[in-house]
C-alpha cells in the first residue's frame, strides 16, 4: 500500500511544475501554525506530499536551507526574548560576582524563573521539531542522506544551542544565557548542600537539555554541553567547597564529626548527580570529595589533640576508628597515617607499661635496702626475701598488663 501511495506520489511530482515559492508559502506557514500550537487543523498527509514533491524536483537542498532559516528566525525573534525577559537585574549582576540577591527565597525565586523559561523553551522546541520531522520525513531519509547533511532535527537543536544558549545578552555583551545558567545551577546545588529546600525536578530537567545538545553536529558523546560547559564549572566550584568546608571543619569540629559529615557528603553528591544532575558526573565528584575533603584532611583528622585516633584508641571508640578506616581506605589502599598512628600509641602504651614496671622494681629495691637500725624490730631473714618476692610480682604484673594491650589490639 505504501509503495503504490509513493508511486502515484512520483507520477504526481514528475506530471506537475513546481513552483517553490508557492509551496515553501504553504509549508512555512504550516510551521507556523505548529510552532504557535495550532496543528491540530493543519493536514500532516497534505505537507509531506508537497515536502515530497520538492526534494523529487531536486530542490532538496533549497528546501533545506529554508527550514533551517525558519528556525533560526523563530528562535532568535520569538524564543530567546521570553528567556530574556526573565532575567532580572539582579540575576545578571550576580552572575558576574556581585551580591545583588541578599536572600536565599530571592535567590531561588530568581533562578527558578529562569529555569522554567528555559525548560519550557526546550520541551515546545522539541516537541515542534519532531512534528516538523515527520513532515520532512522524505527530505532527510533522501537530501540529507545523499548529502551528508545532519537531519532537520539535529539542525535544529545546534541552532538552540547557539541562538538561544549562547549569544550574547544585550548589554552584557560578555555574557550568555548559558553562563547565567550554569551560575543559577551551581547556585541552587550550593542552596541544597546548605540544607535548604530546592526544586530538583526543574534542575533536572534543564541538565535533560544539557545533555541533549552537543558541541558539533557529529553529536558525539563526549561533546555534550553538559560535559563540556557545565560539568566543569561544577567540578571547579565543588573543589573550592570542600576545600574549605575542610579546612573549617578541622578548626571547628572533632574526628568523630569530621568523619560523620564526610561520609555524609559523599552520600549526598551520589544522591544528588541521580535526582538532580547526571550521573555521568558521580565518578568525577567521588574523585573530588576524597582528594578535597578526605586526602587533604585525613591526616590532620587521625592527629587532632582529644579526638584523634589516640583519644578513640584510649576510650575504646570502635565506631570512630571504623569510620576513620572507612574514609581513609577511600584514599589510600595502604592506609599509611593511620597505620601510623596505630602504631606509635602501641609503642607509647608499651613504653608505659614497661617504665611503671620499673619505676615499680627500684621503689622496691630502695625500700628493700633500707639500714638496720631502720627496720622495725623484729625483722629477719624473711624481711631480707621480700624485695625478691616483690619483683616476681612486679614481672607477673607487666606481662598481665602486657597480655592486656595485646588482647585490646588484637580485638
Known sequence: ????????????????????????????????????????????????????????????????????DFEESWLANEIRPRILKVLSTSLLVGSIGATAITTVNEKRVAGEKLLKALKQAWEDHNLCMNMTTDVLMYMDRVYCTDNRKPSIFNASMGQFRDCVLRTPIPSHDDMTIAMVLYSVILDQVQMDREGDVIDKALIRSCIYMLEGLYESEDEEEITKLYLTSFEPEFLAASEDFYKSEGSALIRDADAGTFCRHARKRATEEQDRCRSTLSPLTAPKIKLVIENELIKNNIRSVIELEGSGVKFMLDNDRL?????????????????????????????????????????????????????????????????????????????????????????????
Not at 509551496?23 to 500550537?37: C, D, G, N, Y
Not at 505537507?47 to 533551517?68: F, H, I, M, P, S
Not at 630502695?366 to 624481711?383: F, H
Open 1 to 68: 500500500m505504501i509503495a503504490n501511495h509513493l508511486r502515484r506520489m512520483k507520477a504526481l511530482g514528475n506530471n506537475e511544475a513546481i513552483d517553490f515559492d508557492s509551496q515553501w508559502a504553504v509549508l512555512s506557514s504550516s510551521l507556523r501554525e505548529i510552532h504557535t500550537k495550532n496543528a491540530s487543523k493543519l493536514s500532516f498527509e497534505e505537507l509531506y506530499r508537497n515536502a515530497y514533491k520538492l526534494v523529487l524536483k531536486k530542490k532538496g537542498e533549497t528546501l533545506y536551507n529554508c527550514v533551517k
Open 319 to 411: 565506631a570512630e576508628l571504623e569510620m576513620i578506616y572507612d574514609l581513609i581506605s577511600r584514599v589510600d589502599p595502604k592506609k599509611e597515617e593511620l597505620r601510623k598512628a596505630l602504631q606509635k600509641r602501641v609503642v607509647e602504651l608499651g613504653t608505659d607499661v614497661n617504665n611503671a614496671a620499673s619505676n615499680n622494681i627500684q621503689a622496691q629495691s630502695v625500700k628493700g635496702t633500707k639500714p638496720d637500725a631502720e627496720k622495725p624490730e623484729g625483722e629477719g631473714k624473711a624481711v631480707a626475701e621480700k624485695p625478691v618476692n616483690q619483683q616476681t610480682a612486679a614481672a607477673i604484673k607487666w606481662v598481665g598488663e602486657v597480655l592486656l594491650l595485646k588482647e585490646k589490639f588484637d580485638t
